[in-house]
């Protein structure tokens, strides 16, 4: 069964057959609970996050992919105590949201879309321009003028039209909402449809682990498309009576830009008042999340939480990580540092399976990992 686009403020339902980005009031929306797949629903011959392309909204007969998902989960050692590490920074482009564009494009591609507007700090265009490309679309992405060049390259390499917006990322997020009139602004933001591709990243998990959930994920979290993802998606397996109880989901912030974390320590359902300051997790400054009472609920629903990390907690786990061999961005090094407090608060416990979300590539954040180092480019 097709499902609706839905307000889930309001209730509000509208059908699928008409491409849009937001509701009649400009409410981000989200798509009426699906009712999953069972093991027997995985197409073992296919290796890519299309395997699972019966949990999709509906059915598409020729996908855009580059193979994206199937990404390693190996075995790690953070604070001295072993994890799971989802090595999702081996994505195709980079990061882990080349799963929800392979699967937003491929729909709205479906639905006729021919060319997509999207803004992002870095690796969200850099996926929507590298898919747009194999789909035969066109793209253009607005991104902020301070985002780190290796990333604005490869979008122009894809052949995406690249705007640098001069201020905050959240300028940059109100500058495509204004150009959203004249070209379909597939957001991975905004746009429900990605969320249905990063929900593959709970699947994965529970196929990883013989079909059953980890005790904790922690993931990097700005706009909250892997902490929805994976609440969708390890939902859909426990309707579809696959697992018996959800993963608790943590999110990772920065201090610097925190809102997610500021509202979930408050006990609060919307926004409250937290500094918004520069950071090296760039990935993650948000700050206005749009669906932030969404990722609050999906926290608080699977007992989860969030924490945030000062700069140099980040740049610290970014170097360590990096002294074991797993390179990633700044982003996603938070999730390790977020492990070590979790641990000693005794909120998560060594003998549990915990899986860190690391979404986002070292080769990235060139210069700020230089910069940590005290290397002068």
Known sequence: MVPDYIDPRTGATFPLDTPRWCGPDNAPLLLTPMAGLTRDGIDLSTRSLWRYRTAFPFPVADPITLGE?????????????????????????????????????????????????????????AAIAAYAAAGGLAATILTPASTSPAKTVQ???????????AGTRQTTADAAAARSASVFYASHNWHPFFLHGTKTLAYELWEDLGFRPPDNIIVPCGAGSNVLGCEIGFSELLRAGQIETLPRIFAAQPANCAPVAAAFMAGSGEAVPTPILPTMAEGTAIARPIRLKEVLGALRETRGGAVTLTEDEIGGATLDLARTGIYVEPTSAQVAAAFGKLLATGTVTPEQTTVLVLTGAGLKATSRIAALMGIVL
Do not use: Y
């Open 69 to 125: 998902g199937c990404t390693p989960l190996i075995p790690g050692t953070v604070a001295g105590v072993r994890v799971l590490l989802k090595c999702d920074w081996l994505n195709p482009t980079g990061s882990f949201k080349d799963r929800g564009a392979s699967v937003m494009l491929s729909l709205l591609r479906a639905q006729g879309i021919g060319h997509v507007l999207e803004d992002s700090s870095g690796n969200g265009g």
């Open 155 to 165: 979008m122009r390499a894809h052949g995406s039209a690249v705007d640098l917006i």
